[in-house]
């Protein structure tokens, strides 16, 4: 419709006829066969098409058969504007236009009336419609009376009224509203269906519709993400594929799905997952609701990944934490190295060598000669020295718990594994793990350790989820390993991993001339604790000190300071000979060496069984108390009288002390 084809409004008095009777009712009982033919003609053209088609098709038709140049519909855009949604000049579909109401006939139709000008528009409205002479309209009402556009033809002929035009514009109007309002109704849900795609597709939070059997529906540009998962992969991907094979993930699937099943709602379920893309493990949060349909399952997760592995450092640190203040708690022998003798040189020597690297280390000595400080020392002069210092004595656990305290457990390892427990070698990550008494680790275990020195990893006891072990490893004994090896008690593979580089620490009886150093050390560290003040040491005590045997090194020789400092009466440092006998018994190892390897056990409990014997004589058989056999030897009395028992040593006339 051109400028000049446009319809005016506000006509002049008597320019816009608008029925007052339902046009309806009294033409329908003038209907001729010829109008009824045209109406069925119109039916029959718009009957298969809808929307914009049903527009198109309505406007030429209707023009045809009323005998108009130009017909149109369009919708109303409040306050004052109009736009043609089909729109037919001399049968042809002309592009769609947009124009202001004021000054127009349909502004008159808009208002809610059918508005019928039989000729004159042009004088009328001659602004807007020269040119025109004819115009007819009614208007598209919903369903709750509300305008939603108008119907209209126009010409430059007279349009005398006919009650059969009329009864098939008000016929036609009524089925174009509806269709009109459908269309508006259409047009909101793509809108809204466009927002709810732009919201499900940006939004900051995956979204998946799954099916039941976990296929992938639809995916969100975050869950893509997420999970690794490409557009082109999205309708073969399935959600259990992406569960790894550990028992725990997998029930944790299994109990979602058995809720899912049910009917129910899963809320916040933690699943573990591994990324299509490049296997990293992966967590999410994980909430799925049943379609009411039953035909899938709409679900939302955000990825906690992060949280996760922040939480398990957090744990880690924890337990770390916790074992670094039992470790404080304990008592060491010596808080740094003491001596100057060619040995103890010898060995710093070795020590300065060997901590830059990362070679596993195996330190030999006897009991007390300070194998911990040793590995201590190793660690502080490495590369890993800001790193973890884990300690264990493998002696002092029980043999069932020595693999779970090495490698950690799963919940449910075991009977009592009521939680995830974090193992020493993952506490020792990135620093060094200190082996004490690595000759009783039980054979099981043994492969194991032999498996981390080889490989690198491990796995939790009860577990399948390979680990890494970026661990140094320092191992300690006491025992012959060799000896221990020819027995079938030592795997020889694990000692050769452990024997890369070893460190023999001398005896306190070889080290004689550090004896004065590590007494005057002693009596600096315990003297404060117990109220002593020592001016000097008295040369017969510190030759005594320094002729003694020390069968129990130098964790001996500060139990025997210590004690002295207790009882001290002055300034002067005294052990009186009592508690210091002048010949000690010659150390087990040093008895095997003289025996030789052949002889039995016996040759052993024979010299322990004249140690105890002579120490009875000494203290005249009296076990207990400060002047007793059994604080001399270093044991309780009760272990001392089960010895005596297993020994055969009695009392002189057959009685046990």
């Keep these: 419709m051109t400028a000049q084809r446009r319809p005016g409004a506000d006509p002049p008095s008597g320019g816009c006829k608008v029925s007052t009777t339902p046009v309806s009712e009294s033409a329908t009982n003038r209907l001729a066969a010829d109008e009824l033919l045209a ?105 709750d009376g509300r305008v939603l556009g108008h119907l209209c033809v126009f010409d430059e002929r007279p349009m005398p009224t006919e009650p059969r035009m009329l009864f098939m514009f008000e016929t036609f109007a009524a089925r174009a509203a509806v269709e009109l309002e459908r269309l508006k109704l259409d047009q909101r849900l793509r809108e809204r269906e466009d927002e709810l795609r732009d919201l499900f597709e940006e939004a900051p939070i995956a979204y998946v519709h799954e099916g039941l059997d976990t296929r992938f529906l639809h995916a969100n540009r975050a869950a893509l993400n997420t999970l690794g998962v490409r557009p082109e992969e999205v309708s073969t991907q399935y959600g259990s594929s992406l569960i790894p094979d550990t028992p725990e993930a997998q029930g944790r699937l299994r109990e979602a799905l058995a809720q899912i099943a049910r009917g129910d709602q899963a809320n916040g379920v933690i699943l573990e997952l591994r990324r299509k893309d490049n296997g990293k493990p992966l967590w999410i949060r994980w909430w799925s609701k049943p379609d009411p349909g039953g035909t899938y399952t709409r679900t939302m997760f955000i990825d906690i990944t992060e949280q996760i592995l922040l939480e398990r450092e957090q744990q880690r640190l924890t337990a770390q934490n916790v074992y670094l203040r039992e470790e404080i708690k304990s008592v060491h022998n010596f808080e740094e190295i003491i001596g100057a003798s060619q040995g103890l040189v010898s060995v710093l020597e070795q020590v300065k060598r060997v901590a830059p690297t990362d070679a596993t280390t195996l330190v030999l000595g006897e009991t007390g000669t300070g194998k911990e400080l040793i590995a201590r020392a190793i660690h502080s002069s490495s590369g890993r020295a800001d790193k973890p210092f884990i300690k264990i004595n493998c002696a002092a656990l029980p043999s069932g718990l020595v693999e779970s305290e090495l490698f950690g457990h799963e919940r449910g390892a075991f009977s009592g594994a009521i939680q995830r427990r974090v193992g020493r070698f993952e506490l020792a990550n990135g ?50 390993l060799h000896k221990a090896m020819h027995e079938g008690e030592f795997r020889q593979d694990l000692f050769y991993r452990l024997n890369v580089f070893p460190v023999t620490l001398p005896p306190l009886r070889e080290r004689a001339g550090d004896i004065p150093l590590l007494v005057r050390f002693f009596i600096q560290k315990y003297g404060p604790r117990v109220g002593r003040r020592v001016d000097a040491v008295d040369p017969e005590t510190m030759q005594r000190l320094i002729d003694y045997q020390w069968p129990g090194n130098i964790r001996e020789l500060e139990n025997i300071v210590e004690r002295a400092l207790i009882l001290a009466t002055s300034s002067v440092f005294r052990i009186e000979s009592e508690f210091l006998p002048a010949v000690a018994p010659v150390p087990a190892s040093e008895a095997a060496a003289v025996h030789g390897p052949g002889d039995s056990a016996g040759d052993l409990d024979s010299v322990q069984r004249e140690h105890i014997l002579e120490t009875l004589r000494q203290v005249n058989w009296v076990l207990e108390g400060e002047r007793g056999a059994a604080r001399r030897l270093g044991m309780k009395p009760a272990t001392l009288r089960h010895r005596m028992k297993r020994l055969g040593i009695a009392r002189p006339g057959g009685q046990l002390p």
């Design 431 to 480: 620093g060094t793990i200190f082996l004490d008494e690595i000759g009783e680790v039980p054979a099981e275990v043994q492969v194991k350790l032999l498996r981390v020195l080889q490989e690198r990893e491990f796995e939790r006891v009860g577990g399948n989820q390979t680990l890494e072990a970026d661990v140094r490893v320092i191992a300690a004994t006491n025992r012959d």
């Design 39 to 143: 109406l069925r003609a119109i039916t029959e053209a718009t009957a298969r098409d809808s929307g914009k088609e049903f527009m198109n098709s309505l406007v030429r038709h209707l023009a045809d058969t009323v005998k108009a140049r130009h017909c149109f519909v369009a919708e109303f855009l409040p306050p004052q504007r109009v736009r043609t949604i089909a729109y037919c000049s001399d049968g042809t579909l002309n592009d769609n236009i947009e124009f202001d109401l004021p000054g127009t006939p349909c502004e008159e139709v808009i208002r809610g009336g059918l508005c019928h000008i039989p000729s004159g528009v042009h004088r009328k409205y001659p602004e807007r419609e020269r040119g025109i002479e004819s115009y007819l309209g009614v208007p598209l009402k919903s369903r």
